[in-house]
């Protein structure tokens, strides 16, 4: 199983100098350019924030207190696969917490974690997603699952762990 | 073949994708071509995609328009769309059973559209769709032939409120910044549509973008700005394509840009992605983190409208607001303002969910009961269960009771019950609800999007969660009611900006209509059965089949028993999450 974990700021500089140079000279950029390296690493490695921070000369504290702000950013690695439980009140009033409380339960996840140890999925709870008309809602992978089950849902998240072990 | 033209709407918001409107979109494609159709009308035939059309809980809907004659379908699948178009479009016979039935009409006839007019009939990907319904003639209009001053004037006249939830005048708004004189002005879209359980600010800029980018030059040039953004949600990739999209189509077509319309005015739109703070609606909020800092209100005044982004002269409205300014602008303040009530003008979009049975989104004329909202174009509560509450507002709303459901909705009266009409969230409550965990599901919200500026809201909310939190594991006192009470309305009084003023409201609300259900809660019952820790789950060895579906179900292991005979519950290993109960065709596990 590989590791998701290893980030290595020398083979990504180059990458990582394209994304933050176009900000340069720019007003109000700190959200952007966090937006932008997450999208290449998927996270916010603090190495390559605090290069980004040293490069266009905005103290690091900025940084990291616009991206511990604003719960769009990860500041460690995510699972290969992500499921989202919305927790929206449309979602609430019909039985999310029962599906978030299952995958919980089958992902094995001790609390305060979402990622499980082998990196293969990341649960996590989103406040709303806006389709509260097919109530409750689970995104896997993208995927929008209305009208979700705990029983179904649980079981789709079994089928690609079991997907995984084989790869 | 005898028809002349055949179109195709597929419903395509999120809803229509999340049902499967993509794959239901390339089966009709693949298979009008397969069949040669698209050679053989004259008119033309086109399968294209539609925004949201509200009545998301009959995903796919698809209209079948044959020679004129429209046909609605509903609960479409991509399997169904072979016999759609054999006997449909080949054989000139609608598929009666699959027609939408009398609830989809019951759904749309109440309503008004004005800003969800053409959401579900246009197809948003297209300007030129948009200018076929009369897109840009508002701006036009405005640009060329009203002087600024002419244009706030009739925005004054039409009565339109903020949609976003305080309900400020518009056109006075605009007026203000009209009459501040800067260098640079700007005009902020907010579509952070933070509060869960509202979707119609992504249904109108999913479903209608141009009419949010139009609303937004005529604001432009009215007051004078000549840079706008729109703030919206990362979380609504549809809504973000769209926008980019229509944003280029608009420029194109010199609606935006250099020199627009020949007038000599510039004015651009630039895209902000939010990153997830429910405080960035609030204004002072959403300015700070266009500015790249943390979204932490500052005190007012200064308001936006003197000093906003940049220090400069800032309007924000809201993309409902927004959306209604071109349709006042065609129509006349006269027309707008014939709808609604005295104080609170036009029609207004809710995002109807819950526990009713057609859930989505809907547009009423301001004034309509809720009773008309609920039972008629909602068509009632889902499963005939019986209605508790309506919920409003979101997390800075409340709970209105049955007793009150011949309430005129608007400003004024939601507010007098201790709701508020809010972005426009409006979720039905059933028996099945316990409103001490509707309360502490929201206070759970506002304490985790407290930005921790001020010590009522940061402090004051996580007193009230832990409060909560005790009353429903059954370890509250009656000392704690009085505690919660007196807390929230300190919070209430001593928070600074919006946020923290409205989170006890769902709290106040719940403890004036159902103080019943605290005090059951004291005695630790819950008397909906929702509050997991009240709970014990057991087995009725009389009525069990023995068919072993609630032993599969269960998560624990704490289930056993021989196949054909009866199961039993170690409450030991039992979590109480339900799962047997849920599964039990045969109601042999209790609950109590």
Not at chain 1, 94 to 104: A, F, P, Q, V
Not at chain 2, 360 to 372: D, K, S, V, Y
Not at chain 2, 557 to 577: N, R, S, Y
Request: a negative charge; glycine letters at 10%.
């Amino acid at each position: 199983m590989q590791s998701q974990t290893g980030f290595k700021l020398a083979t990504s500089l180059d990458e990582l100098r394209e994304v933050v140079d176009k900000y340069k000279d720019t007003q109000g950029t700190t959200i952007p350019i966090l937006q932008d390296i997450q999208e290449h690493f998927g996270y916010l490695p603090e190495e390559a924030v605090e290069w980004a921070a040293d490069r266009l000369e905005i103290p690091r504290s900025k940084f990291y207190g616009v991206a511990t702000f604003y719960s769009q950013f990860y500041l460690t690695p995510r699972g290969k696969n992500i499921v989202t439980v919305c927790s929206g009140t449309a979602c609430h009033v019909k039985g999310s917490e029962k599906i978030l409380n299952r995958l919980t339960r089958d992902l094995n996840l001790p609390e305060g974690q979402n990622t499980t140890d082998d990196m293969i999925f990341t649960l996590e709870k989103v406040n709303c997603v806006g389709a509260c008309s097919i109530a409750p809602v689970v995104i896997i992978n993208q995927k929008v699952n209305g009208k979700a089950a705990a029983s179904k849902i649980a079981l789709q998240v079994k089928k690609l762990g079991k997907e995984e072990d084989q790869a | 073949m005898s028809a002349k033209s055949i179109e195709i709407m597929v419903c395509m918001g999120t809803g229509g994708i999340a049902a499967g409107g993509d794959l239901v979109m390339d089966a009709f494609y693949s298979q009008l071509k397969a069949a040669g159709l698209e050679a053989n009308v004259q008119k033309g035939c086109s399968a294209h995609k539609v925004g949201c059309r509200g009545l998301c809980a009959k995903d796919v809907l698809v209209d079948v328009i044959v020679d004129d004659n429209k046909a609605t379908y509903e609960y479409i699948k991509e399997d169904m769309v072979e016999r759609l178009i054999e006997e449909h479009i080949k054989g000139g016979k609608p598929v009666e059973e699959w027609l939408v039935k009398e609830d989809y009409h019951n759904f749309h006839d109440k309503q008004v559209k004005v800003v969800l007019a053409d959401c579900g009939n246009i197809d948003p990907e297209s300007i030129d769709a948009y200018i076929g319904v009369e897109g840009y003639k508002a701006q036009e209009k405005v640009f060329k032939n009203l002087a600024p001053t002419e244009t706030i004037e009739i925005i004054k006249e039409s009565g339109l409120r903020g949609r976003g939830g305080a309900g400020f005048p518009t056109g006075f708004k605009w007026e203000l910044c009209f009459k501040n004189e800067s260098d640079q002005k700007y005009i902020i879209c907010n579509a952070d549509e933070g509060d869960p359980g509202a979707f119609m600010d992504r249904s109108v800029i999913e479903g209608n973008p141009h009419s949010v980018i139009e609303g937004m030059a005529i604001g432009a040039f009215s007051f004078g700005a000549s840079i706008g953004y729109v703030y919206i949600r990362a979380e609504y990739p549809l809504a973000v394509e769209r926008l980019y999209l229509a944003l280029d189509q608009a420029r194109q077509k010199n609606f935006l840009g250099k020199n627009i319309l020949g007038t000599g005015f510039d004015f651009d739109i630039k895209v902000k992605l939010g990153a997830g703070a429910f405080v960035c609606g609030e204004e002072t909020a959403l300015i700070a983190s266009i500015e790249g800092e943390r979204g932490m209100p500052r005190a007012k005044p200064p308001f936006p409208v003197n000093s906003g982004l940049w220090g400069k002269p800032t309007v924000i409205n809201n993309v409902e607001t927004l959306a209604n300014i071109p349709a006042i602008i065609r129509n006349g303040a006269e027309w707008f303002a014939s709808y609604g009530t005295e104080k609170s003008k036009g029609t207004k979009v809710f995002a109807l969910t819950g526990k009713v049975k057609n859930s989505g989104l809907i547009e009423i004329p301001m004034g309509t009961t809720l009773r008309t909202i609920i039972f008629d174009i909602g068509g009632g509560i889902e499963n005939d269960k019986k209605f508790k509450a309506v919920q409003t507002g979101g997390p800075s709303g409340g709970c209105i009771t049955e007793d009150m459901l011949d309430l005129n909705v608007d400003f004024e009266s939601l507010a007098k019950v201790g709701s508020i009409v809010g972005s426009g969230g409006m979720i039905v409550l059933d028996e099945d609800n316990c409103m001490v965990d509707v309360a502490k599901y929201f206070l759970q919200f506002t304490q985790s999007e407290s930005c921790g500026k001020c010590v009522p809201c940061r402090i004051g909310t996580k007193r009230l969660l832990e409060i909560l939190e005790k009353i429903t594991i059954g370890e509250g006192t009656a000392e704690d009611l009085v505690r919660l009470e007196k807390l929230a309305k300190d919070v209430q009084s001593a928070s600074l900006c919006g946020l923290g003023m409205t989170a006890p409201n769902p709290v106040l609300s719940t403890l004036k209509y159902f103080r019943d259900e605290y005090e059951a809660h004291l005695e630790g019952r819950c008397p909906a059965k929702a509050c997991r820790q009240l709970l014990t789950y057991t087995i009725d060895a009389e009525a069990c089949t023995g068919c072993g579906a609630c032993k599969r179900a269960c998560p624990t292991g704490a289930i056993t028993g021989e196949k054909k005979k009866p199961h039993a519950l170690d409450q030991e290993l039992c979590v109480k999450c339900g799962a047997c109960f849920d599964t039990c065709k045969f109601n042999s596990v209790g609950r109590e």
